[in-house]
């Protein structure tokens, strides 16, 4: 079965620090795969998405995610966090792009101190 | 603009007090999904329709009713709510046609079921 697990429920960066937020899936073919933010009291936006090609996939807001098929991870990163950036991060993955069914982890949530 | 359009936003009821959260899209998208969000367990499906008159159970199923009697309505009904059954809920729609498997997500229902 498809699965996502998002290893750490709560990080906590300074502003200007870099972030990476981890996901790994379970899926047995190649995976469609998403990351969305929630900010507090907002729906889901779509930050990125891998379907295939180049595995370093970049995002809006300057993040960007790598999928490495051997460790079967898609981990978000950002060289320069900024305090808008605090909210809820999760990860997605989908069995193929036109059935809208996703997958999603349970969530990371981000704090940034000044 | 384009957007999901979910009413309520906050409601508070009493168990077994019938309820329906509406949701609306505005893109034309064929595939509109609900999901519920608990702590530390992401979103998880409720229910989903591929198109008008095709619905079909997510993950966590028990408890709720949906229709899809136009595209861009796709109304939850919880028939004989349960505290159990107190979360915010998204509503979500997808254009499948476009083959980018990004969901677009409205801005959330809270429910609290005393």
């Known amino acids: 079965a498809q699965s996502v697990t998002q290893p750490d429920i709560h990080i906590t960066v300074s502003e200007g620090a870099s972030l990476e937020l981890r996901c790994n899936y379970s899926?047995?073919?190649?995976?469609?795969l998403f990351w969305y933010v929630q900010s507090p009291g907002q729906g889901l936006q779509l930050l990125l998405k891998?379907?295939?090609?180049?595995?370093l996939v970049q995002g809006i807001k300057g993040f960007e995610a790598e999928f490495k098929r051997s460790q079967s991870s898609f981990n978000l990163r950002k060289p320069s966090v900024h305090w808008s950036d605090a909210a809820e991060y999760f990860c997605?993955?989908?069995?193929?792009?036109?059935?809208?069914?996703?997958?999603f982890g349970q969530g990371t949530t981000l704090q940034v101190k000044p | 603009e384009a957007q999901v359009t979910q009413n309520p936003r906050y409601l508070i009821t009493v168990t077994g007090k019938k309820l329906t959260v509406t949701c609306s899209q505005n893109?034309?998208?064929?595939?509109m999904s609900w999901y519920r969000q608990d702590p530390g367990l992401g979103l998880r499906q409720i229910y989903y329709?591929?198109?008008?008159?095709?619905?079909d159970k997510g993950d966590v199923p028990e408890g709720y009713k949906v229709s899809r009697k136009e595209k861009r309505n796709f109304p939850l009904i919880l028939e004989s709510p349960s505290p159990n059954q107190t979360s915010l809920y998204f509503c979500?729609?997808?254009?499948?046609?476009?083959?980018?498997?990004?969901?677009?997500f409205g801005e959330g229902s809270r429910l609290t079921v005393l």
């Open positions: 979500a729609s997808s254009n499948t046609l476009a083959n980018t498997g990004e969901l677009f």
């Open positions: 899926y047995g073919a190649t995976p469609y």
């Open positions: 891998y379907f295939s090609g180049d595995t």
């Open positions: 997605a993955v989908g069995r193929a792009s036109n059935t809208g069914k996703l997958i």
């Open positions: 893109m034309n998208h064929e595939y």
């Open positions: 329709s591929m198109n008008v008159e095709v619905t």
